[in-house]
């Protein structure tokens, strides 16, 4: 049972003035940001024992190292800080780094592990498992003399491990600033909105977008407007502008920040003159509290932009989603290990499971690395960040659900909902868009124009473009602008296009959905029976006919049959998958939808579709999105060709080589 000790901050008090004791082994500290969780870390834990502590990214131990330079009690350790030498009382460095310290042979066996920003523990999950993973085990292997976990946000019920002690530290200003939530009826409406956002004179306003081409496609739209831009996300954290403001926490001669969720992590910001932050698109009031709270010195006013459909209407109960996702997960470990016994190896059948999962439920339910030589088992890392989504689910069912959740994390003075209408703007922000649009193509077109000088290639002859020559253009332009994009984007459509198929798929701007195709046909589980089907149909006929609904449906459901009748636990892991328009009745039998069918035929196949008299019909031709021609041997329907030696060419002449 977890011991709960709740304290309140005065005003103008910090967390050192409270005479915290940490008495037990585990320790939730729950604090608001700008506490002084960091300096009761330094000023009173570190007095009484070493102090290893953990943050979520290297920008916030390269601001710490900036705070604290001086201080000769705390040692950084930053990115490009390769050593595993401990020399100070308070050790910090990311949560990836841990790892390498307990590898080098460090003992902290008289540490205290402090894992800052603790909510990220769940909240990266989906995509931070190899950090987060030695973190867990450290807690459940008694590495250190105790754990303590900070946090302004925290969810107890998801974290994986029972405290023995949790302290809330109850603070709230005297002003609060007032909340909007925005609601679009399309997304051009939302993007539009976007570009009426205008700070006062002096003022600066923090957009997060979550979307790093948006962002580059929005700054432009803001510059074209007068307004200074300080982007911020991934791409470009080392640059000097980005450094400055991490270096300083300080946002100086900009109008407009655009950046991603790089801001939330613990990132401070001392101006006194943010005036606003707008979020567009769904985000756990939890985050939005942290990101709310890294303006230090400014109460700014808050607005969250949301299409209408975020809304999903569905009543979600915790409780039954852990009960399902864990049933789903123990549906796909078995399936894995019937994949393999069929002759799959296991490293793809984890492959196929975790990237079918990932397409309808989002994230991976199982863990393999083939180098540990250990069996593939369930993902719990992956597992608590799926419950966090499924807990921000819940806060969007309706407008009551998320009216309680933002008043619930105590930011806000009140939250007023509007639908939003830009028709007063309309004019102006869509010649603004269309001139942003034009500029990114204008410059798209300059950079593949370069990219075929590079390789001495036109538009018309792309003969020199060579494995060896895409191979060696991607080195070269790894970080070139936007030559760079072009050059790694040929480097892996090249690898299932032809080179002039592949700078086609750039020109017409599908890239990603080449490469979203090629990953569906090999691994999307739901995919390939459909795939295996037609590969053998058009082998044998060079086209399929497919009329009627009925005749649609039958083909699909038949596909699924033969392919369940090979893999038992298929039509259990569809079943749970909960995939929309491809289900599991409950006389155990498939069951299919038109716009579920449709939809695979239009998106992966070259068709001939017609509707006559209400009755939908399909020529198939070929697999094969936009009609290229992919080098992936699951979905080739013709054999390899021969190739005849050259002292043979005329000695036969009588039979035609194979082309």
């Not at 003992?107 to 989906?126: G, M, N, P, R, W």
């Not at 997304?187 to 700070?199: F, V």
């Not at 590079?454 to 003969?463: F, G, K, R, Y």
């Not at 890239?511 to 090999?522: G, I, K, N």
């Amino acid at each position: 049972m977890t011991l709960l000790t709740e304290l309140t901050l005065g005003q103008d008090q910090f967390i050192s003035d409270l005479s915290i004791k940490i008495e037990h082994y585990l320790t939730h500290l729950g604090a608001p940001t700008g506490c002084g969780k960091t300096t009761f870390i330094i000023e009173e834990l570190a007095k009484k024992s070493k102090v290893l502590m953990l943050c979520p990214v290297n920008v916030q131990v390269a601001q710490l190292a900036h705070d604290f330079k001086d201080d000769p009690r705390v040692q950084c350790l930053t990115a490009n800080d390769t050593s595993n030498s401990l020399d100070a009382d308070v050790i910090v460095c990311v949560y990836d780094k841990l790892q390498q310290l307990l590898d080098s042979g460090v003992h902290f066996s008289e540490y205290t592990l402090v894992i800052d920003e603790a909510h990220k523990i769940y909240q990266a999950a989906s995509y931070r498992e190899s950090a987060l993973t030695p973190i867990l085990n450290a807690i459940d292997d008694h590495t250190f003399k105790q754990v303590i976990t900070i946090s302004a946000t925290f969810q107890r019920d998801i974290f994986p491990l029972e405290f023995n002690e949790q302290i809330e530290i109850l603070h709230r200003n005297k002003s609060q600033p007032k909340a909007e939530v925005h609601f679009y009826k399309n997304r051009t409406s939302l993007e539009e909105s976007l570009l009426t956002i205008y700070p006062t004179d002096g003022k600066v306003a923090i957009i997060r977008l979550n979307d790093k081409e948006a962002i580059k496609q929005m700054k432009v739209g803001f510059e074209m407007q007068d307004m200074r831009v300080l982007e911020i996300h991934s791409d470009n954290q080392k640059s000097s502008e980005v450094i400055q403001f991490l270096e300083t926490s300080h946002i100086a001669d900009y109008d407009i920040v655009l950046c991603t969720s790089l801001l939330d992590e613990a990132i401070n910001i001392k101006n006194n003159n943010i005036e606003m932050v707008h979020i567009f698109g769904k985000l756990h009031c939890d985050e939005i509290k942290q990101f709310i709270g890294r303006c230090r010195k400014s109460s700014p006013e808050f607005c969250l932009h949301l299409l209408n459909f975020e809304l999903n209407r569905v009543q979600i109960e915790i409780s039954e989603e852990r009960k399902n996702l864990e049933s789903l997960c123990h549906s796909a470990l078995t399936f894995c290990t019937d994949l393999n016994k069929l002759g799959t190896p296991m490293s793809s059948a984890v492959s196929k499971v975790n990237y079918t999962v990932e397409c309808h439920q989002r994230f991976s339910p199982i863990r393999y690395d083939s180098r540990d030589n250990l069996p593939p088992s369930i993902n719990d890392i992956a597992l608590l960040a799926k419950l966090y989504t499924a807990t921000m689910e819940a806060q969007y069912q309706n407008d009551h659900t998320l009216n309680k959740a933002l008043i619930g994390i105590n930011c806000f003075e009140s939250v007023k909902f509007f639908d939003t209408n830009t028709d007063e703007h309309r004019d102006l922000v869509c010649e603004i868009l269309a001139q942003v649009s034009e500029a990114q193509e204008n410059t798209r077109n300059l950079a593949i124009a370069d990219y075929l000088a590079a390789a001495d290639c036109t538009e018309n002859d792309v003969t020199n473009l060579t494995t060896s020559a895409i191979n060696e253009l991607a080195e070269e332009h790894q970080q070139s602008g936007p030559i760079s994009g072009i050059a790694q984007s040929m480097l892996k459509l090249s690898l299932i296009l032809p080179p002039d198929q592949a700078l086609d798929a750039i020109k017409q701007n599908r890239a990603q959905q080449v490469l979203e195709f090629a990953h569906s046909v090999q691994k999307r589980l739901d995919i390939i029976p459909i795939m295996d089907a037609l590969k053998e149909d058009l082998k044998r006929d060079g086209k399929v006919a497919l009329n009627g609904q009925e005749a649609i449906e039958k083909y699909f459901l038949e596909a699924y049959r033969q392919f369940a009748k090979k893999n038992s636990e298929f039509k259990n892991f569809i079943g749970k998958l909960n995939i929309t328009g491809f289900s599991v009745q409950k006389n155990n039998k498939f069951k299919v939808t038109s716009r579920f069918i449709y939809a695979i035929i239009r998106d992966f196949t070259v068709c001939e579709e017609k509707r006559s008299g209400g009755k939908q019909s399909f020529i198939i031709s070929k697999i094969g999105a936009f009609g290229y021609d992919y080098n992936i041997r699951s979905i080739k329907t013709s054999s390899r060709a021969k190739i005849l030696r050259k002292s043979q060419v005329n000695v036969t002449p009588e039979v035609d080589p194979i082309p």
